[in-house]
């Protein structure tokens, strides 16, 4: 069997594995990244089909925008991009109209006085007072019920519900109210989102050539058999080339997966000849979770799940660059329109859209049912002549839109010595999506650099952390730029628009539609998807 000696191994190359590899190769070691798929990037990449950028999972958004933790990994590691802030808070779809809001204040004209009057009194309790302890172990569902009536003030409710299926793909009974306030602290301080020039594709596309050539040997169609280790310690990977049809050994002291905790506990056990059950993620053989849900170590975890629809438009349906959430269908949460940002992610003459919904059962064909259901509320006649549906495309088990559902992540240190884990399974709380990637990666190299002895750096940011342990992860935004959205999203970052020369994917350099380890259902001109 040939070996191969490495300073580091990262098991995955979607976002999180490339920029842990990036990060290293900065630091001048040696890197192999092993990734069992034809191509890198993950849910963070996109295909062409039909002459738009259909993403594998994300929404070509990054949620913080410019100023987000994602940006300023890209800026640190000098990886060309270009952030599109949005320029309003979000626009919202009620009672058969979109109202777009540029600021907070403007949210009176969506909800009416009585219950604008609820929203702010709700946001002042979330924002500025101290949680009470019977409140901290609640879920947000039983703390928004104790304090406003669904029927009584249905838009408050919906606020709330689809900005939370949107964001983080769960329903408010599970998520915990000291996770959803964090969060939405973060988005109101970071900024408003932002659209990526090039889309997905292109940051994960720059990243990848970063990684080459800075050195890192990217291993493409190469399937990890196990990870191998020795008196507790991490030593390397058994490997399979499925090019060569050959067994590799793969060695190196620091093993990093990205493939979410019960794929790796499988690793482990497979290398030292344990059995490891079929439980969820965040299972035996790593570290006890970091958020503030109070399970234990062991304890199951859900996967968040979805839905994404993407549709291609004879005319724009959303004027701004950021978000329309819709209060008045009965499952799709949020719509966005990336072409507004870049009109190369749409064929000619047409705007690309996509809708997020998470899925309330295991049967495929009721949620499609139910997305079709609301498009037709949404579009009226215009569904499947101006507006049709392109792909459909369900996010859970192996390809979810998250491992573990925010604010139950687990550590990244792993019950082996050496053994570290980044990813949407290891988000610090308060971060989402790939903001809470990125910040993953941070918390792990804190980790990595910290004194022996010295005390574990907190999931929730270096401002919690001793002053002589370097941070990876920077401070949060100062409180003060929530103000801004009283009038106007907080301004960019000053290197968000620097004009840079991204190469888009052509189709023969794209994944084959059928690759892509994602269902999709292609549309029939004229129809709405069957």
């Known amino acids: 069997m040939r070996e191969r000696d490495y300073d580091v191994i990262v098991i995955g190359a979607g976002l999180g594995g490339l920029l842990a590899a990036a990060r290293f190769l900065r630091r001048g070691q040696t890197v192999a990244v092993v990734e069992r798929l034809a191509h890198p990037g993950g849910r963070f990449t996109a295909k062409t089909f039909q002459g738009a950028q259909v993403s594998t999972g994300a929404v070509h958004m990054l949620p913080f925008g410019s100023n987000g933790e994602l940006a300023g990994m890209l800026r640190a590691l000098g990886v060309p991009h270009r952030v599109h802030d949005a320029e309003v808070f979000a626009s919202f779809h009620v009672r058969g109209r979109q109202y777009v809001c540029r600021s907070v204040l403007q949210l009176a004209a969506v909800l009416g006085a009585r219950q604008f009057a609820e929203l702010l009194r709700l946001g002042g309790e979330m924002m500025l007072a101290r949680s009470r302890p019977e409140d901290r172990a609640r879920s947000f569902q039983s703390w928004l019920s104790r304090r406003v009536s669904r029927e009584r003030s249905p838009e408050v409710y919906a606020y709330f519900e689809r900005i939370c299926h949107f964001a983080l793909s769960v329903d408010l009974a599970d998520i915990s109210y000291p996770e959803v306030v964090l969060t939405a602290k973060n988005m109101l301080r970071y ?12 940051v994960t596309g720059e990243l990848e050539r970063r990684v080459r050539a800075d050195g890192g040997d990217l291993r493409l169609r190469h399937d990890v058999l196990e990870i191998q280790s020795e008196d507790g310690r991490v030593t390397g990977l058994r490997v399979r080339d499925r090019d060569r049809d050959e067994d590799l050994l793969l060695r190196a002291p620091l093993v990093v997966s990205n493939i979410g905790p019960a794929a790796t506990r499988r690793l482990v056990a497979a290398g030292d000849g344990s059995t490891a059950g079929d439980g969820a993620d965040g299972a035996a053989g790593l570290e006890r979770p970091n958020a503030a849900s109070g399970e234990g170590h062991g304890a199951v975890r859900r996967e968040a799940s979805g839905l994404k629809v993407h549709l291609l438009s004879d005319r724009s349906i959303i004027g701004h660059k950021g978000i329309m959430y819709c209060l008045d269908t009965e499952r799709i949460a949020g719509i966005v329109q990336p072409s507004n940002s870049d009109r190369r992610l749409a064929p000619p003459g047409k705007h690309l859209l996509i809708t997020h919904q998470i899925m309330r059962g295991d049967d495929v064909n009721v949620e499609r049912e139910a997305a079709r259901a609301d498009l037709r509320r949404l579009f009226g006649d215009d569904f499947g002549t ?18 573990i559902v925010q604010g139950e992540d687990v550590s990244p240190v792993g019950d082996l010595a050496g053994l570290y884990l980044v990813g949407d399974a290891v988000k610090p709380s308060g971060y989402l999506m790939v903001e809470g990637v990125a910040q ?12 022996a002895g010295a005390p574990a750096v907190a999931a929730g940011g270096p401002d919690v952390a001793a002053r002589a342990i370097p941070a990876y992860r920077p401070r949060r935004p100062a409180r003060y730029r929530s103000l801004y959205w009283l009038v106007a999203p907080p ?18 350099g794209t994944v084959d539609v059928a690759s892509v380890p994602i269902p999709a259902t292609p549309a029939t001109p004229g129809t709405d998807g069957e």
């Not at 659209?195 to 292109?202: R, S």
């Not at 049709?388 to 998250?402: A, C, I, K």
């Not at 993953?440 to 004194?451: E, I, Q």
């Open 440 to 451: 993953s990666v941070n918390w792990m190299l804190d980790l990595l650099d910290r004194p």
């Open 386 to 403: 101006h507006v049709t549906v392109l792909t459909m495309s369900q996010y859970r088990g192996e390809w979810p839109v998250n491992r």
């Open 491 to 508: 301004p960019p970052h000053r290197d968000s628009s620097r004009p840079v020369t991204i190469p888009m994917a052509t189709p023969g």
């Open 191 to 202: 900024g408003a989102p932002g659209i990526v020039d090039g889309g997905c594709a292109a």
